[in-house]
């Protein structure tokens, strides 16, 4: 992902699974996300052991005996992790892609499976936090895709080589020693527990320093285990969501799909913007579907994400509650959007203002089908849109005269090959 959203950097501090999941195939695979750089750069053994050395400190600080931090610490870099920094999906591409993987109908499906199949734990979940069971569940397929895709890069060689090498080394320090400890007390038993390349982890995605303040034993086995337990890492999500800044307001509303009036000023909208809904309401802001909004007094916000030609949202506490998990807005509105349809609704009415929308992930294996009998060697069919596929798209985009040939996978190419068969 690519400005290094919230939960899991800064105050909650964070790092959304969901760009490997777009670029991967869970929630994590979903949205094709442009082509990270590749070129990793060389690395000095001795400069890095000295860094890990000067590490050794903080962990004693932290209650890691020094033979345990030796033992726990002793890895190779791996400098491939330093290119992903700049590359964040939530921030490199286009809302309508985004979403198009994220909130696809096999997720919405998955999503109402998981809902009944973990029913009683989500009621014993939303009892304990107040947290609604579509929007833990929304989060989890988000963030991993139900557990499916949950990152395969060795945590201790990611985050060690980030505390030692480019942006952000205190905070890659803060979390590879919090890490440590994690393994130290047990609560991570696989000193090889593997996540995304920034360290994000489990079933929904925690970085270490949230999972030490955030994660609970929902259990009870004596352990938070976000990795292997299911009622851990949804309690937990719910358990963030209660404790965000502000907090969860349960029974209310993340927001709506709203209509605006004609020649709405666009300065007036933003996340931090905030007005009574009574404002909003006198300014001539209704909701599609026709239904009410909540009091008069309520404080909300607009977004308008991709301008005012596309869809607009009025936002309360709870977007910000959701905002807070991975401060990105695009990532906040695949949960939010995600939630409703878990709830039943129909999904976004008002389309977005391009010719060319992004594709489900049933449509980009459709896609790399067509693109494979073609005879272009792209590998298998996993609806992941990588630089194989790419330049596959980018080739056929130029064979057909199809304008601009930049290798993106949407519906205009995907309908182009169709008619070509």
């Not at 890990?52 to 992790?81: E, N, Q, Y």
């Not at 286009?94 to 993987?101: I, M, R, S």
């Not at 949950?150 to 905070?171: D, E, I, N, Y």
């Amino acid at each position: 992902m690519s400005r290094l959203p919230m939960h899991r950097f800064s105050t909650p501090a964070r790092l959304a699974l969901s760009g490997l999941l777009l670029c991967a195939g869970g929630a994590a695979a979903q949205a094709p996300a442009s082509p990270a750089p590749t070129t990793a750069p060389a690395y000095d053994a001795a400069a890095f052991a000295r860094c890990i050395a000067g590490i050794r400190g903080d962990a004693a600080k932290a209650g890691i005996p020094s033979a345990a931090f030796d033992a726990l610490a002793d890895v190779t870099p791996d400098m491939t992790v330093l290119p992903l920094l700049d590359s964040q999906p939530e921030f490199t591409t286009p809302l309508w892609d985004y979403l198009a993987g994220l909130v696809d109908d096999e997720r919405v499906a998955d999503g109402r499976a998981r809902l009944v199949e973990h029913r009683a734990l989500l009621d014993r979940v939303a009892a304990q936090y107040g947290v609604d069971a579509e929007t833990v569940v929304a989060i989890w397929g988000v963030e991993s895709d139900y557990g499916r895709v949950s990152g395969k890069r060795p945590l201790r060689v990611s985050l060690a080589t980030l505390a030692c090498h480019g942006r952000r080394q205190p905070f890659f320090r803060s979390e590879f020693v919090a890490l440590l400890k994690l393994m130290h007390d047990g609560d991570l038993q696989n000193r090889d527990t593997t996540g995304s390349w920034a360290g994000a982890f489990g079933h929904t995605q925690f970085m270490p320093s949230t999972y030490a303040r955030i994660a609970v034993d929902f259990d009870g086995d004596g352990r938070r285990d976000l990795v292997d337990s299911i009622p851990d890492a949804l309690a937990s999500t719910a358990n963030y969501l209660k404790r965000s800044r502000g907090g969860w307001k349960t029974g209310q509303p993340w927001g709506y799909e709203i209509r605006l009036p004609a020649g709405f000023n666009a300065a007036q909208a933003g996340r931090t913007n905030r007005r009574t809904v009574a404002d909003w309401t006198a300014r001539g802001i209704t909701r599609v579907d026709g239904g009410t909004l909540p009091a008069g007094n309520t404080q909300a916000a607009i977004l308008v994400p991709t301008g005012v030609k596309g869809p607009a949202f009025i936002v309360f506490s709870n977007y910000d509650a959701i905002f807070s998990y991975n401060a990105a807005e695009s990532y906040a509105l695949a949960i939010a959007t995600l939630a409703d349809r878990l709830h039943g609704g129909r999904g976004l009415q008002t389309p977005w203002p391009t010719d060319d929308p992004g594709l489900s992930r049933a449509q980009r294996r459709e896609l790399q089908t067509l693109l494979l009998a073609r005879g272009h060697a792209i590998g298998e069919v996993d609806g992941m849109i990588g630089t194989a596929t790419r330049r596959a798209i980018q080739a056929e985009q130029r064979r057909i005269g199809l304008a601009p040939d930049d290798g993106r996978a949407g519906v205009r190419i995907l309908d182009a090959l169709k008619a070509n068969r």
